[in-house]
Structure formats: structure tokens, C-alpha cells
């Protein structure tokens, strides 16, 4: 059985009714995981239109990974054997669900769509791509999977140990990206499906830089501005050097985890609006980052200020 586990910080209803208007058909079970948003009770009032939505609701904010954590508990409480994850923005394309649920076999810990970015990308630009009908994920994090439309193999996410809550948001799915590849799982891509999904608030810019695909190919893409707020720069460094911290004997040199960190910043100063205010987030984050436990504790920023995303 597969069951669907959407996380919720402060959405947008009606993104969150489109998001769950595609997904509900597809599964026998949807089960939201909500951080302590202001408007729970819309939340509330959304999934009992839906004879299979629940809510499970934090008082606080716990965090992605937390979340992530707890929703893989319940569905296999449910007697789920698969979980698929969403961002509270992503939506499905139709018949989404069995496309990846028809490559997620022993030995395959994770298979993901193909990620339409909508501020990048429209869906009938990604139609006429040409592309394999599987690609593997070669790296954790550059170029690598998120959480966001991945149908997860739940006996490999407890033999990895689930994912880490240390890592609160933002390179939450690239450690565990990481601990399922060492621990020799695959982590796939079916390109005959897709997810409509927003990551931050990318603007286009002038800048064209030299990128690889998922097979190693070199190609010329633009790059878009992040758009993330003063308070996910802090996560941003201070995640990047947890990574790095945890998995950089395994990783060796590559552009992953700490050695990101120069290129963020200075993309988001070049390119950006809050300049101070982001700056100071990313000093604050490579404080932390180099001096904090690598095992769970209270995490030292405003989370409140996550609000601004």
C-alpha cells in the first residue's frame, strides 16, 4: 500500500486544495503533517472535504525532517510498505503514483519525477524534452533527489535511520540522499512523469553557467535567482557544513555541502534584495554550523521567522 504525507507551514489553501485534489485519487490514504501554521483550522476544514485526508498537527515548528519522520511513522501504522512526500505547493501529474510505484523494486530506495519547476520551467516545455525514461541520481546533492514527489521505500528509510532532525529544513533530502546511497540503495528518476513544484522564489537573471545533467552531460543553463528568505540562508550555510561534517570522508572533493557556500553567497549579494539581512544569516549559519552537535538539540534560530518563505 502506498500512502502520500504532505508537509504544511503556512500554505496557501488553494495551492494546498490543487495539491490535494491531484493526489487523493492516486492513493488510498493522504496524511498531512502540519508545523504549527496560523491556519490549522482552514487546513482542518480542507482535508474533511476528503473521505481520505488527516491532519496530524504540531504545535509548533518542528521542522521538514521532523515532519517527514513522523509521517513515515503513521503510514506504516497504516500498513503502508511506500510513502510518498510532498511540499505543501507540489502537484501531481495523473497517474504519477504507478508510474513510480512500477520502479520502486528491491534494491531502489527512492524514485522521484521529473521536477517542472514553475518558476522555470512550464509543463508543455518539459513535454518536448528528450529524455531517457529512467535516469539514476549519481550524486546526493548536486543535482539530487528531493523529498518533494519522491515515492520512498519505508523499509529503507528505517534501515538508514530516517531522516536526520538535526538538519531542521533545507538539505534535509540530500543527507538522506547520502545514507541510502551508502548504504548501496539506488535512487532513481522517471522521466515519463511529472511534478509541478516551486522551489523558493527563483527570478531569471542575465548569468548562463556551464551545469551537468543526471548523466554527466555538460549543458548551458540560466540561472535563476533563489529567493529565499534572510532566516533559510542561515539553514542553507549551516546544513551545508553539518553535511559536510558527517559525510565529507565518503564524499571527497566535490562540489557539494561547505564548498557551496562562497558560490551561495555571493550569487545571492550579486543577484538578490536583503543583502544585509542575508548575509548576516549565512555568517550566523557557518557559526552554528561549525560549532553545534551533530546529534539532535533545539535548533538556536527564530524558526518563526520562516514564516517569510
Known amino acids: 500500500m502506498i500512502t502520500a504525507g504532505i508537509i504544511t507551514f503556512e500554505p496557501d489553501i488553494e495551492r494546498l486544495r490543487e495539491n490535494l485534489n491531484a493526489i487523493s485519487s492516486q492513493v488510498l490514504q493522504v496524511l498531512i503533517y502540519d508545523n504549527g501554521s496560523s491556519n490549522s483550522v482552514e487546513i482542518a476544514n480542507l482535508a474533511d472535504v476528503s473521505s481520505n485526508t488527516k491532519v496530524i498537527f504540531s504545535a509548533a515548528n518542528e521542522g521538514v525532517a521532523t515532519g517527514l519522520n513522523r509521517l513515515a511513522e503513521a503510514a506504516l501504522n497504516l500498513g503502508a510498505a511506500s510513502l510518498l512526500t510532498l511540499d505543501q505547493d507540489s502537484v501531481c501529474s495523473p497517474g504519477m503514483v504507478s508510474a513510480l510505484a512500477a520502479e520502486l523494486v528491491d534494491g531502489i530506495g527512492m524514485v522521484t519525477p ?9 509543463i508543455e516545455e518539459y513535454r518536448r524534452l528528450d529524455l531517457p525514461r529512467l535516469d539514476r541520481y549519481r550524486q546526493p546533492a548536486r543535482k539530487g533527489a528531493i523529498t518533494s514527489g519522491a515515492l520512498l521505500d519505508l523499509s529503507a528509510w528505517r ?7 538535526t538538519f531542521f529544513i533545507d ?6 540522499n547520502q545514507r541510502l546511497m551508502e548504504a548501496g540503495y539506488a535512487i532513481l528518476r522517471v522521466n515519463s ?3 509541478l513544484h ?11 553557467v556551464p551545469r551537468k ?5 555538460w549543458h548551458i543553463e540560466r540561472f535563476f535567482a533563489f529567493g529565499h528568505s534572510p532566516a533559510r540562508c542561515y539553514y542553507k550555510a549551516r546544513n551545508r557544513i553539518l553535511f559536510t561534517r558527517k559525510h565529507g570522508r565518503n564524499l571527497g572533493f566535490t562540489h557539494e555541502g561547505i564548498w557551496q557556500i562562497p558560490q551561495q553567497i555571493a550569487l ?8 544585509v539581512a542575508k548575509l548576516e544569516g549565512f555568517a550566523r549559519g557557518i557559526r552554528d554550523g561549525l560549532r553545534m552537535s551533530l546529534d539532535h538539540e533545539e535548533d538556536r534560530y527564530l524558526t518563526a521567522s520562516l514564516r517569510e518563505e
Open 268 to 275: 545571492t549579494l550579486l543577484f538578490e534584495r536583503q543583502r
Open 198 to 208: 516551486e522551489v523558493g522564489r527563483a527570478t531569471p537573471t542575465w548569468l548562463r
Open 171 to 176: 538539505y534535509v533530502d540530500y543527507d538522506f
Open 114 to 122: 521529473y521536477i517542472v519547476d514553475r518558476n522555470k520551467q512550464t
Open 213 to 217: 545533467d543526471l548523466a554527466g552531460r
Open 193 to 195: 512523469t511529472a511534478l
Open 159 to 165: 534501515n538508514v535511520g530516517g531522516f536526520d532532525e
